[in-house]
């Protein structure tokens, strides 16, 4: 009788206010590690052809493969909500504006695109080999692009909305995404070699 109730009892407290409280806890301070990653990833420039490249991109796809599509998206809108209210988070900020006027500017439809690109691999890609995750986080670039040389085409000419949007930057997004699929590969490797090590 006593172990009849006494269980119940655990599994109430293993999922009572104070449990609910420390995910809470846990699930904000991934956000908000996430968003700083993402703040830094686009403040970091790299030397490329044909032009530089900031780890944006890397650092979307890597944070959607390691969290999933809830944790993902909610530190991409929070990231967003950051640049929004004045935050200098964003490649380019404050030089090239800020707030509000930066996210309505020539490269806005490519955050919005990097919203969806991260709930489509954090949902698509978990679980996959390598070459099934290079291909899903490839497929997810394609809603940024839609949306980013669509918004882009407001502010330059169309003829040149896919030399500006699009061809400058294709092979360093697929060398990026490439190493984030070769990266999560490594780090599932090791951590099945650790498991089995100490099993």
Known sequence: MNNTLSKPAAAHSATGPKSQTMSGLKYGLMVLAGIAILTASAKITVPFWPVPMTLQTMAIMAIALATGPRIAC??????????????????????????????????????????????????????????ARFGIMMASMIPVYVLGLAWLAMFVPLEKVAQYGFTPFILGDTLKIALVALGSAACALFVKRNHDGTA
Do not use: H
Not at 94 to 119: D, F, K, N, Q
């Open 74 to 131: 909610a530190t991409v809108l929070g990231y967003l909500a950051a640049g929004a209210i004045g935050l200098p988070v964003f490649a380019g900020t404050p030089e090239r504006g800020i707030g509000l006027s930066y996210m309505v500017g020539p490269t806005g439809g490519y955050l919005l695109g990097y919203l969806m690109a991260s709930w489509l691999v954090g949902s698509l890609a978990q679980g996959r080999g390598t070459l």
